[in-house]
């Protein structure tokens, strides 16, 4: 089991910036996979952002440039560095870990993000 503890959240104006952190514990995959996603009501969840073990990240084409994915290995530690922030970026953020070898995967508890106009 791999839990994970998320935190960060809040309400910040349009422009603004927030930062979110999530610490995984227990038995964690040697290879994995952190990212961050995002739900708004009644939509689904989507990618945000990802960064492999090894440092590779992706991002979704509507926060390239705005927000920053960077993991602390030693932590199992990941971050979300956004900027810029738009009322659209309004959700609730999950983070989430999976095994690059195996389907196992664990998610958070979400955190929500609200972005006032």
């Known amino acids: 089991q791999v839990q994970l503890v998320e935190s960060g959240g809040g309400l910040v104006q349009a422009g603004g910036s927030l930062g979110l952190s999530c610490a995984a514990s227990g038995s964690i995959f040697s290879l994995n996979v952190m990212g961050w996603y995002r739900q708004a009501p009644g939509k689904q969840r989507d990618l945000v952002a990802r960064i492999s073990s090894r440092g590779t990240t992706m991002y979704a084409d509507s926060v390239k440039g705005r927000f920053t994915i960077s993991r602390d290995n030693a932590k199992n530690t990941v971050y979300l560095q956004m900027n810029s922030l738009k009322p659209e970026d309004t959700a609730v953020y999950y983070c989430?870990?999976?095994?690059?070898?195996?389907?196992?995967?664990?998610w958070g508890q979400g955190t929500q993000v609200t972005v006032s106009s």
């Open positions: 989430n870990i999976r095994s690059q070898i195996s389907s196992q995967e664990y």
